[in-house]
């Protein structure tokens, strides 16, 4: 009785705390994120309170606007020639020097959508005979029935190594190329659409 009294308080509190941790780390981030981008922001809003009637927490909400409106004008700039050649220009003198840009480009990139893939098609592969699967991206598709595929390496996608692999080691996956990169970003924890893609296509072929 005892023991069975124990089990279930065990129980209880696990599963407990499976329901609350992720809902107080999620707010937690939430916090996290809501103080860093406020205590950026602060100078524009001591500034904005200073020069009107407007409260803090307005004026934090003002700031964030300012902040969009900037980057829509950015973003506009380099659409045009002139903007592009100067931040290709900045990009390459200074940004690409700094420790780790080229990793933030190309995640904010990913999670943006806004980075145009040369992979063609997201695929699951063997390697050696080995039943292990390593996720893979399609660049090349050849008459002979030969793959070729980049497998990158995680959590920095921008590195890796290409393989030509015959069609028997390459499992096409119905996945988009933003999905399979979250799931590189990740270490992995996103890739239950990958899995569920490739059971799903090996069952229809049995």
């Not at 829509?72 to 900045?90: D, K, N, P, Y």
């Not at 040369?118 to 399609?138: P, R, W």
């Amino acid at each position: 009785m005892i023991a069975r009294l124990k089990h279930f308080f065990k129980t209880s509190v696990i599963g407990g705390l499976t329901v609350i941790l992720p809902v107080v780390i999620l707010l937690a981030v939430f916090s996290w994120l809501f103080n860093f981008i406020t205590g950026l922001l602060q100078p524009m809003t001591d500034l904005i309170v200073a020069h009107s009637r407007v409260k803090e927490l307005l004026a934090h909400f003002l700031g964030l606007f300012i902040i969009v409106i900037l980057c829509f004008v950015v973003g506009v700039v380099v659409r045009t020639g002139l903007g592009r050649l100067a931040h290709s220009l900045i990009e390459e003198k200074f940004l690409r020097i700094a420790p780790g840009y080229n990793l933030i480009k190309e995640t904010v990139s990913q999670f943006l959508g806004s980075k145009e893939h040369f992979f063609s098609k997201v695929a699951l592969v063997k390697l050696g005979g080995s039943e292990a699967l390593m996720t893979a991206f399609v660049t090349a598709e050849h008459p002979d029935g030969i793959y070729t595929v980049f497998i990158p390496t995680s959590p920095n996608p921008t590195s890796g190594l290409i393989f030509h692999l015959p069609a028997s080691s390459v499992f096409l996956v119905s996945v988009s190329v933003e999905d399979a990169m979250r799931s590189i970003i990740s270490c992995g924890t996103s890739s239950i659409p990958l899995i569920d893609s490739f059971l799903k296509a090996r069952k229809n072929t049995l």
